[in-house]
């Protein structure tokens, strides 16, 4: 099996203003097409290759050693951006068990919104910034690169469910707003699609 690009959940200018067309085409057939083809490259001659690439990157410290950077950065990528397009629709509404849990934890919407920001913004170079939930808590964590939560502490420097994220690489918003992430990052509010991120959510609490 290989990794194919997933097609968007919308058109390219879905996402306007906030995330531009231009940068969307760029990301979506440049930039994730590159770590698929990359992820493949790798996996090929592997026993690895019938895996999904979540329970590959959870699994890295498994991997020969010559296989395990190459996939960390370009399986990682793939989930990463697979996991992110579907996080993002204009139009939705925080609301029910996800807006309770929220508020639980994080003291208001507001609160976590600038726990958010400021995680997302202090990110030093490339990488992600999460909201997680893990021991039945949400939490708000950054990644380096493509690293991501599922990748375990031992790796990523985190654990925890991904709920929703963030792609703060330079890629995701230089177009538009040059060096200002944080506007990136305010812009990010009204496209969340929370929809997804309840059934995210609430998947994992059935797990629990």
């Not at 890295?60 to 629709?89: D, M, T, V």
């Not at 599922?150 to 918003?173: F, K």
């Not at 496209?191 to 998947?203: G, H, S």
Request: net charge neutral; charged share 20%; aromatic share 12%.
């Amino acid at each position: 099996m290989s990794y194919k690009l997933p097609s968007l959940p919308y058109e390219y200018d879905a996402l306007e203003p906030y995330f531009d067309k231009q940068t969307m085409i760029l990301h979506h057939t440049k930039h994730h097409q590159t770590y698929i083809d990359k992820a493949n490259i790798a996996l090929e001659g592997t026993d690895f290759t019938d895996l999904k690439v979540e329970t590959l990157i959870s699994r890295l410290e498994k991997l020969p050693n010559n296989k395990k950077q190459l996939l960390r950065n370009n399986a990682g990528g793939h989930a990463n951006h697979s996991f992110f397009w579907k996080i993002l629709k204009p139009n939705t509404c925080l609301q029910g068990k996800l807006k309770q849990a929220i508020e639980k934890d994080f003291g208001s919407i507001e609160k976590f919104k600038h726990t958010f920001e400021t995680i997302a913004s202090s990110c030093f170079g490339s990488g992600w910034s999460w909201l997680v939930q893990k021991n039945n808590k949400l939490a708000v964590v950054s990644t380096a690169n493509q690293d991501s939560p599922l990748m375990g502490e031992s790796i990523s420097g985190v654990s925890g469910t991904p709920i929703l994220c963030l792609d703060v690489w330079e890629h995701a918003y230089y177009l538009q707003y040059k060096n200002q992430r944080l506007n990136y990052i305010r812009a990010f509010w009204n496209i969340v699609n929370w929809d997804q991120a309840t059934v995210n959510f609430l998947e994992n609490q059935s797990c629990i």
